[in-house]
């Protein structure tokens, strides 16, 4: 079958979800579905020919999560080769003697371009090794789908273009607004990957039916363009995703699909042979429309944060481009809601000369009060400017951008990402972690907010204004790696740094030196020891905190009052070796022990 060039004057039908068959089947969630292709190869042929039957044209291979990043979650990286060429011939199979096009499905990686990098993984070579195994296979037609990233279909297109001549779909998953979570208009996105040799493009995935009809009506004319929608949005009942849309109402939307110039349309989450049964009987009656009214996309809006009857929050950046010197103090949230030593602190260390209090995120994955609301207490109450840790571990991408905006809306501007300890070394160790991103995407998340869309590319009508931080750890034993992904941090949109607790000065020019070149104030953490207990608690115990052994030998049985001065006195000296070379510092409170950190508050300010 010749799918490009029936295309050019016929409306084709394709396949519905794999996915959602073999859950209905029986088949765990937990299982790799692609390696059914090797194991259970009758089961997925079968869904194949129900598919054929109910009028599909095009049939994809069981290959979505094929490739080896995918693959490793279950420990077949081995078995890219293995898993596709199964999934090719089972499908060759299935259409055989019938003009059935055969789309090897390809997915995105699942992992964003600062996690490749830190793995080392090389997404060409990954996404090549599938191509390669699938062409091998004897599919008639590549399906790349699902991407949201533009780049990342980049990667895969060019290689694609480097290993076979096998016409390409380029489809991406992309809301009804019309805007790739990487940024990219959708009919930019559509015109780039013709250049990059698509030979169709279209959407897939992330929406029902009436949201890809309003995203079909943001596509230009022009394109040889395919739709695959979800069926609907699904409830979660019981381990399993149940999808309610009727079959003739997903039909009713495929011809409004047609009116928006699509030719190419399937099924993607939740449908199944009842519903591209109905899908065919309608594309049967319909012929291709060529010319549309494209609805314009509106630019985003570009409007700075505001907050009623409130001042917009001052930046600790306008502070240093002022010439001013900058003093943060890390005052972590009670783990209690006796909070009144708490708030005591806080207005004791702003008297003393402190900037802004940074409030950590469950440091450690240990319980604390929210730290939005506590910082909204600093703010209202005590007009104190609050600087929020924002952890990876404990919300997905979508309540972290909602943390985000709640944030926005409280009129709170600075923000530290972090990816977060994982929960189960803190206090509640049966606890899951989430890690939706990285500290990095989550860096790039706000820095989507701050130009006025979500994650997902929806607009969100009134740009934030965060001035986003990121941390740094000088005290690794391969500087030039935290160098490299403090860069990375950089380029991802982070304004400031600041660091781990530093115990040594020879590090602090160290890091002067390894840094000089990035546009971004350091903010040196300064953490004043208590006692020798406490030094060596901190060296053995807390990740990313090194104590040199010269401190740890002169802290040594130093308790009370005596390791307290020794303390400060170092803290003093680390202090002042900062501030002679970055334009201000970072104070951590130890244990809520605030009295000390106000001394060296004052001393930071005098100096």
Not at 343 to 352: C, D, H, K, M, S
Not at 380 to 390: D, K, S, V, Y
Not at 569 to 582: C, G, P, S, T, V
């Amino acid at each position: 079958m010749d799918l490009v060039g029936e295309l050019q004057d016929s409306l084709i039908c394709g396949d519905g979800a794999m996915g959602t068959l073999l859950l209905d089947r029986g088949v765990a969630l937990e299982r790799c579905f692609e390696e059914l292709c090797v194991s259970e190869a009758a089961r997925i042929q079968e869904i194949h020919e129900e598919y054929i039957r109910a009028g599909a044209r095009v049939i994809e291979t069981n290959t979505f999560g094929g490739n080896a990043v995918r693959l490793e979650r279950f420990g077949f990286e081995a078995r890219v080769e293995e898993i596709n060429r199964a999934a090719a011939r089972i499908a060759r199979n299935a259409a055989s003697g019938k003009n059935i096009c055969v789309a090897g499905s390809i997915g995105p990686l699942g992992i964003t371009a600062d996690e490749a990098a830190a793995r080392g993984i090389d997404r060409a070579a990954c996404f090549g090794a599938q191509i390669a195994a699938l062409a091998e296979g004897g599919v008639d037609v590549l399906f790349f789908e699902t991407f949201m990233d533009f780049d990342e279909m980049e990667i895969a297109l060019r290689r694609k273009s480097e290993l076979t001549d096998i016409p390409a779909i380029a489809s991406f998953a992309c809301a009804a607004e019309g805007r790739l979570a990487s940024g990219v208009l959708i009919g930019e996105a559509f015109a780039r990957a013709q250049e990059l040799g698509a030979a169709i493009v279209g959407a897939n995935c992330m929406n029902g039916p009436h949201a890809m009809v309003q995203l079909l009506e943001r596509v230009p004319a022009g394109f040889i363009t395919a739709a695959y929608a979800n069926a609907g949005y699904p409830k979660y009942h019981e381990g399993r995703f149940i999808y309610y849309t009727a079959p003739d109402y997903f039909a009713g939307a495929a011809r409004e699909m047609v009116a928006q110039g699509a030719r190419l349309i399937g099924g993607c989450c939740g449908t199944n042979p009842k519903h591209i049964r109905a899908l065919a009987a309608a594309l049967a009656a319909l012929e291709p429309v060529r010319n549309k009214v494209v609805r314009v996309i509106e630019s985003a809006p570009v409007v700075a944060p505001t907050k009623p009857s409130a001042v917009v929050e001052e930046s600790l950046l306008d502070r240093i481009a002022a010439g001013k010197r900058v003093i943060i103090c890390e005052l972590d949230p009670p783990k209690t809601l006796a909070l009144e030593k708490f708030f005591t602190g806080a207005q004791a260390l702003v008297r003393a000369g402190c900037d802004a209090i940074t409030l950590a995120d469950n440091s450690l994955a240990i319980l604390r009060v929210s730290n939005l609301a506590i910082g909204a207490m600093l703010k209202e109450r005590f007009g104190i400017m609050p600087l929020l840790h924002l952890s990876c571990r404990d919300r997905n991408v979508l309540g972290l951008q909602s943390e985000l905006l709640g944030m926005a809306a409280l009129g709170m501007r600075h923000v530290l990402p972090l990816t977060g300890d994982p929960a189960r070394v803190g206090d509640h160790p049966g606890a899951a972690s989430v890690y939706d991103v990285n500290s990095v995407g989550l860096i790039a998340i706000i820095k989507r907010l701050n130009e006025g869309f979500s994650q997902a590319g929806k607009a969100i009508n009134r740009a934030t204004g965060f001035v986003i931080g990121c941390t740094f750890n000088p005290n690794a034993k391969n500087m030039d790696a935290q160098v490299q992904r403090l860069e990375r941090k950089v380029a991802a949109g982070a304004q400031y740094a600041m660091t781990q607790p530093v115990f040594d000065i020879r590090l602090v020019e160290k890091m002067q030196q390894r840094t000089a070149h990035l546009p971004i104030p350091i903010f040196t953490g300064v953490w004043p020891l208590l006692s020798g207990r406490q030094a060596e608690f901190l060296h053995n115990e807390v990740p990313g905190i090194v104590v040199p052994d010269a401190v740890r030998s002169d802290m040594a049985g130093r308790e009370g009052e005596d390791g307290r001065a020794c303390g400060v006195k170092l803290a003093q000296e680390i202090a002042r070796a900062a501030l002679a070379r970055f334009p201000g510092v970072y104070l951590i409170t130890p244990f809520l022990q605030y009295q000390t950190t106000v001394e060296l508050a004052g001393f930071a300010r005098s100096i």
